[in-house]
């Protein structure tokens, strides 16, 4: 999978080679046929008395043609799609008409294959809403430059903090949060993350081995809740600094956690603990970054660079096989799945983690 363009509220980048690609990468040709692509999308949905037209992409030349993601007052999430004389019509229903959430929403196309899926993540509730696309439209590399880079040819909600089109199947639900460089303590001593795999044992917060049931990476937009952050040593434990995605949750422990929040052990994701002393923004900024996970035989958090990290949370994706198959944890077999899932410590709101920081450092 290669991301060709990044539109967000003030910024575009289209790339016919890839974004962060090696410059003498082969570029697609203009009016190549993306067969097999996707959108991954960052709103802030708000409740809505109205239809509200999220992404809404529409030419003439060569031929008709249109995509539009539109929000409807139901909760409803809706792609239309149009190419030529033919139509296209799907519904995504969610539970989010009276709730301010944000969500991240995926759209994937296999041409060949006649199908397609839709989903929609809350990145804050683990909430997940999947859907089936029967027969997509696959989009030229034309009509992706377009959306990207064409005001007239595509307009974007307020509420939508990115879009970016790609050449290949975007994974949906929870994604890997982690520094693939990021040093992993295992029995056998400190090992960097990506070099660690399934059937590999490493070290919980507690010092207890766990045996790693998958290892895997996903390359995304380096925007919105996918901003690299560095968490700086030796702050919370850290024997070195730590980059990671704003919504890879640490463990908390401490005499302040036990006095504000009456629990031994915490967690926060890391963007409510963004400050100016312990986690600030990554550099440098770069339009792709690469993020890694484990996950375990049972839920534990991890000891990154010093840090306890969760490992990867896949309580959203075990309810139902179809939310897996098309997860990052695709590969996976069945009788690999852990027994438990879900962690047993409180996760902290942002406003929770906001005293926590004041507490700290003023």
């Not at 401490?254 to 629990?263: D, M, N, P, V």
């Amino acid at each position: 999978m290669r991301w060709l363009g990044l539109r967000q509220r003030y910024e575009r980048e289209f790339d016919p080679r890839g974004l962060g690609q090696d410059p003498l990468a082969t570029a697609l040709q203009d009016d190549g046929l993306i067969t097999r692509g996707s959108l991954l999308a960052e709103i802030d949905l708000v409740p809505t008395s109205r239809p509200v037209n999220l992404i809404r992409y529409s030419v003439l030349d060569p031929w008709p043609s249109s995509l539009s993601l539109v929000q409807e007052p139901d909760g409803t999430l809706r792609l239309l799609m149009r190419l030529g004389p033919r139509q296209l019509s799907v519904a995504l229903r969610t539970e989010l008409a009276t709730r301010s959430e944000t969500v991240i929403l995926t759209f994937g196309w296999d041409g060949p294959g006649r199908t397609g899926v839709m989903s929609a993540f809350v990145p804050d509730t683990g909430c997940l809403w999947q859907t089936s696309v029967p027969g997509p439209f696959p989009l030229m590399l034309r009509d992706i430059r377009r959306m990207v880079l064409d005001e007239t040819a595509c307009r974007q909600a307020d509420s939508v903090t990115f879009f970016a089109m790609a050449e290949g199947i975007c994974p949906t639900g929870p994604m890997p949060g982690l520094d693939p460089e990021a040093w992993i303590a295992t029995p056998s001593g400190a090992r960097p993350l990506q070099t660690l795999r399934a059937g590999d044992q490493v070290l919980d917060a507690e010092g207890k081995a766990r045996e790693i049931r998958w290892a895997g990476s996903v390359t995304l937009p380096a925007t919105g809740r996918f901003t690299p952050l560095k968490m700086r040593a030796p702050y919370h434990g850290l024997t070195e600094d730590l980059v990671l995605a704003p919504d890879q949750r640490l463990l908390l422990s401490g005499t302040e956690i036990e006095y504000l929040f009456g629990q031994e052990r915490v967690s926060a994701a890391v963007r409510h603990l963004s400050d100016r002393h312990s986690v600030e923004p990554a550099a440098p900024r770069t339009p792709v970054i690469t993020y890694r996970q484990l996950l375990l035989d049972r839920p534990a958090e991890i000891i990154a660079n010093g840090a306890a990290v969760e490992c990867f949370d896949a309580q959203p994706l075990f309810s139902d096989t179809r939310l897996v198959r098309h997860s990052v944890l695709s590969g996976l077999d069945r009788e690999e799945w852990p027994a438990v899932t879900g962690f047993g410590v409180p996760v902290l709101r942002d406003y929770e983690a906001l005293t926590l920081e004041e507490a700290r450092y003023g």
